[in-house]
Structures are given as structure tokens and as C-alpha cells.
């Protein structure tokens, strides 16, 4: 009789708990309730800030698009000119060379080109040594597996006026991979990425 007392109030005990402590707190009051039929409103979507606090990110607005004013007739010509202006510059005209490599790429090949230019600039050391570089391309082919991507061949020599520093050095072989877009409409192609590769 004794055991069965206390089975029953041990019963009562856990019903008394279990109405008590429902998962996630109290039973929301019907105040706090939608009315039936209706749905509780959308979350709206997070703010930049939100966003950034959560993924550690900032979105930035997409690119403004890039304009160039001329493009090749075929992919391989593009390469190949931009290789040949690449390559050929001395110490005065260097910095303006790659600016107008910039203006004649988009994308990565565009950035670099700015890159290089701003570098170039304010080069004391190629300006004070005369430096140059001339050379051409010898070959443009296609990057086997990578479409639109082309590998560039070219045969430079380094001089300079003032310097001795490149003073019989002899021509060398140097090897690019250059990356081309054709711009929409059917228009000509670009080169839209630059690695040289030694």
C-alpha cells in the first residue's frame, strides 16, 4: 500500500513539473499570438552591418563596368599586342606604356597593368640607369584545357644607358599566360589577364 502511495504522488509530482516547464519557456498568452488564420510577419532581411558582423565581411557594390575603346578582330591578336607593348618600353616612357596597357585591358590584366604602372613611376633606379627593354613575341598558342587562355612566348634583351648592370647580358626566353574576353555583343577581344611566369 505504502509503494503504491508513492508511485501515485511521484505521478503527481511529474505531472505538476511537466505542465510547468515547457521547452523554450512559458505557453505564449493569447495576446502574443497571431490571429488565426494569418501568418506572424516576415523577418526582414539583414542590414550590411548585420551581415558583416556575421560573416566578418563587408559587401561591396559589384564593379562599375570597363570600357575599352578598341579591341582585336581575333584573341591571338589581342595577346600578342598587348605582349609587344609589354615588353618593349625604356626608362621614360615605361610608366605611360603600362597606363595604356590598363586602358586597353579589363579585369585582372587591368589591374596589374595599374599596378605596374604606379610602381614604374616613381622608379628612381630605372630612370637613373637608362634602362630599357625591347624584344618580340615569338609564339602565341593556346593553352591546352583552358579556354580563352593563350601561352606567350618572347625573347627580351635588358639594357641600360647609364648602368652596367645589364652590360652583356644576353637575350633570354620568358613565357606569359594571358587570359582573353570577348566583349559582348560579338564585339573584338581583350586580354582580361597577365602572368608572366618567369
Known sequence: ????????????????????????????????????????????????????????????????????KTAAAQAQQAVAAFATAYINWNAANVSARMQALA????????????????????????????????????????????RDEYVVVTRERTTATNSAAYQGLRPAWHVAVAGVTQLTGGGGWVVSRWQPEN
Open 103 to 146: 586602358a586597353a585591358s579589363i579585369g585582372q590584366a587591368r589591374s596589374a597593368m595599374a599596378l605596374a604602372a604606379a610602381q614604374t613611376a616613381g622608379y628612381y633606379e630605372l630612370k637613373r640607369g637608362g634602362v630599357a627593354n625591347s624584344g618580340a613575341v615569338e609564339a602565341v598558342a593556346p593553352l591546352p584545357g583552358h
Open 1 to 68: 500500500m505504502r509503494h503504491r502511495h508513492a508511485l501515485a504522488t511521484l505521478a503527481a509530482a511529474a505531472a505538476a513539473l511537466g505542465g510547468c516547464s515547457l521547452p523554450g519557456g512559458a505557453p505564449p498568452s493569447a495576446a502574443t499570438q497571431p490571429p488565426e488564420g494569418t501568418q506572424p510577419p516576415a523577418a526582414s532581411p539583414p542590414t550590411k552591418l548585420q551581415q558583416a558582423q556575421a560573416t566578418h565581411e563587408y559587401p561591396s557594390p559589384p564593379p562599375p563596368p570597363e570600357h575599352v
